[in-house]
């Protein structure tokens, strides 16, 4: 893989809830939050670039934006899952308790592959702002 990398971010705005949170994340509240991707690829293209940047955004910011934003996001183990689903349309039930940690891992390993079909690219990196204050990262290994 190439040393060089892309990134791009992305802000958007969502609700959770942590299951068995010690603290005051257990209960609903929402977040503004960020999203870095970073992008690297076995070569440059022909022009010189990793991915371009309109790519990223299409591909990745798209599908954070489509799926998570202005959305709650609610594991599907968390006892409470069928009944905000009842109450409100915008539940995204995801497979993991949604964590900032949880989130950055499941859009390296699970949506960049499927994002980013296609192209030589490979999501590497996310970062993952559940504020400006508190930021969780996952890299994908070798």
Not at 20 to 35: D, F, I, M, T, Y
Not at 87 to 102: L, M
Request: proline residues 4%.
């Amino acid at each position: 893989m190439s040393k060089i990398t892309a990134s791009k971010f992305h802000d958007f705005s969502y609700g959770h809830r942590v299951y068995q949170h010690e603290s005051k994340c257990a209960h609903l509240h929402g977040h503004n939050g960020r999203v870095h991707f970073k992008v690297v690829a076995p070569s440059l293209d022909s022009i010189g670039r990793v991915l371009d940047f309109s790519v990223i955004g299409s591909r990745l910011c798209q599908w954070v934006e489509d799926n998570w934003d202005h959305k709650f996001l609610v594991w599907d183990k968390d006892p409470w899952s069928r009944y905000l689903l009842e109450i409100d349309p915008s539940t995204v039930w995801v497979p993991f308790n949604p964590t900032a940690e949880q989130m950055a891992e499941y859009l390296v390993e699970v949506i960049g592959p499927q994002q980013l079909e296609g192209t030589s690219a490979v999501l590497v990196e996310v970062s993952f702002e559940e504020t400006r204050k508190c930021v969780a990262s996952y890299t994908k290994g070798n």
